[in-house]
């Protein structure tokens, strides 16, 4: 793992596209598949014909594009691949007082997701190179990754031109933002991705992604692109999308038969909802599946504070709890503006889940549900209705830390002669489940709160809200050790002191 940054070339690019089909999926080829390009409903000579035509059509566009490269890039070689890293110039500035480092962004303008290596020698960043993240329009997708302790990029990652060859569609051009404010953005293509997973062995990165043909059709096709670090392949496994999916269901995926099963779908909408049962913790059995254990305490007031612990790594850990980094989102008022009797606060947890041996990785998960401060009044019936939270189940305060947090985070919107009408902010806990961390959106820096005193350890400033736009859904990350925290939101890796916890 060491030596990532000096393995491969342009011209290590292999692809591997399993091209899927959920059982409940009608027989009908997408648009985007083979036969679907050629007709389904020509006769064989037919078909026959328009398969040489295109065939002949991409390999004089192909020619074409070798042809460019070559003369721009001055290869000397005949094979042109799309290069699968490339590097970037290391020359990012170190944090004041040498407690971190201010990542080198290497074009990339919104981030979507973070993720560790198992040993916490190294990060990656997944996003765009268009801020804001967008779902309507095409945009460049791009992996960087990192050395701890250094804001360098020592590969870039460029996985849309395996994912669009998964898909047999050709990679779209960028689209130019409508000169006049407000005008949507034409309509097209568009691939995002949703989760960036280290694999438990530390030689694979994985990307979740989704695709639709044009900006107002729901997602045509999902799927996950597995960049190894080792030999410089790239494999792509790709499913047409069912009924069921996008619905709030997960899809698990064997990455030993290249298939794909969907997972339950989630039992409330809107968030907060959960399509697992919410338990205490979670483990895997032989076949992939996650096995819940005991009921996560729940009850009809507020519940007391239960005992803090490891949270567990979804990422290759074989036992996690449901305390994964999340978004804490608190309302005081309802959604047509009309303020609430008490401020309710929701917890919704994201996330991805890899395996132990490596086989098998679930996307799309969620957890949540309502907390509540012992002290705080039950918010009425009516209140929780028009939320649409009166079936959401109310969860408990894991940890003081958890508190006290919820407490800073409620105290000014309850002492407010202003409705603010929601506030949210995102938290992660330290492996060893002993510290929280926690950024809000005021821009108020990060926090560290002891998760058995609910102590405050330490308090740091928001210096760099310009590096990354809004629009990227990243919270804290914790390196594996505990001694690194991403801050996504403000771009910047923090070196964590010795704490006395």
């Not at 014909?49 to 192909?62: D, H, K, W």
């Not at 107002?216 to 999902?222: E, L, V």
Request: aromatic share 8%; glycine share 8%; hydrophobic share 40%.
């Amino acid at each position: 793992m060491e030596n990532y940054e000096n393995q491969h070339t342009a011209e290590d690019v292999e692809v591997e596209v399993s091209d899927l089909r959920h059982p409940d999926t009608p027989v009908a080829a997408p648009r985007w598949s083979p036969s679907g390009f050629l007709g389904s409903a020509l006769s064989p000579r037919q078909r026959l014909a328009r398969a040489a035509g295109i065939v002949c059509t991409l390999l004089l566009a192909a020619l074409v594009i070798t042809l460019t490269l070559r003369a721009a890039l001055g290869a000397s070689s005949t094979h042109v691949s799309a290069p699968w890293w490339i590097r970037v110039p290391t020359d990012s500035p170190s944090l004041a007082g040498g407690t971190g480092a201010t990542p080198n962004l290497g074009g990339m303008a919104c981030l979507r997701d973070a993720a560790w290596s198992p040993d916490s020698q190294f990060f990656a960043f997944a996003g765009t190179s268009e801020s804001g993240c967008p779902f309507d329009h095409y945009a460049p997708n791009l992996v960087n990754i990192y050395r701890s302790g250094s804001g360098n990029v020592i590969r870039q990652i460029h996985p849309d031109s395996a994912i669009f060859a998964a898909l047999h569609i050709p990679v779209p051009s960028p689209v130019t933002p409508p000169s006049q404010p407000g005008t949507p953005f034409p309509t097209g293509v568009a691939l995002w991705y949703n989760a960036l997973l280290w694999s438990p062995d530390g030689q694979q990165i994985a990307v979740t992604f989704a695709l639709s043909l044009n900006r107002d059709s729901a997602p045509a096709a999902t799927g996950v692109a597995l960049l190894n670090l080792g030999d410089g392949s790239t494999r792509v496994l790709v499913a047409p999308t069912s009924p069921t999916m996008f619905t709030g269901a997960y899809n698990t995926w064997d990455l030993l038969t290249g298939t794909v099963t969907v997972g339950p779908r989630s039992t409330a909408t809107p968030p907060p909802f959960s399509n697992l049962p919410l338990a205490q913790s979670y483990t895997w059995d032989a076949t992939g599946a996650l096995v819940p254990g005991p009921q996560l305490p729940r009850a009809a007031t507020a519940p007391p504070t239960v005992a803090s612990g490891p949270v567990g790594n979804p990422a290759g850990d074989a036992i996690f709890t449901p305390w994964q980094p999340d978004v804490l989102q608190i309302a005081d008022t309802t959604p047509d503006g009309k303020p609430l009797t008490t401020a309710i606060a929701t917890f919704n947890a994201f996330f991805s889940a890899w395996s132990p041996d490596g086989r098998y990785l679930i996307d799309g998960l969620t957890l949540g549900g309502r907390l509540q401060l012992p002290s705080q009044p039950a918010p009425s019936h009516t209140d929780l209705l028009k939320l649409q939270l009166d079936t959401t189940p109310l969860l408990p305060l894991r940890d003081a830390g958890l508190q006290q947090a919820l407490t800073n985070l409620i105290a000014p919107i309850t002492t407010s002669p202003v409705h603010t009408q929601n506030s949210f902010a995102q938290l992660a806990w330290r492996p060893d489940g002993r510290v929280l961390a926690i950024t809000d959106n005021q821009d108020n820096g990060y926090i560290l709160y002891d998760c058995q005193t609910g102590r405050r350890l330490l308090t740091a400033p928001n210096t760099n809200t310009a590096l990354l736009n809004s629009g990227g859904f990243a919270g804290p990350r914790w390196s594996p050790d505990g001694k690194w925290l991403i801050l996504p939101p403000f771009g910047a890796l923090v070196s964590i002191p010795p704490l006395a916890v």
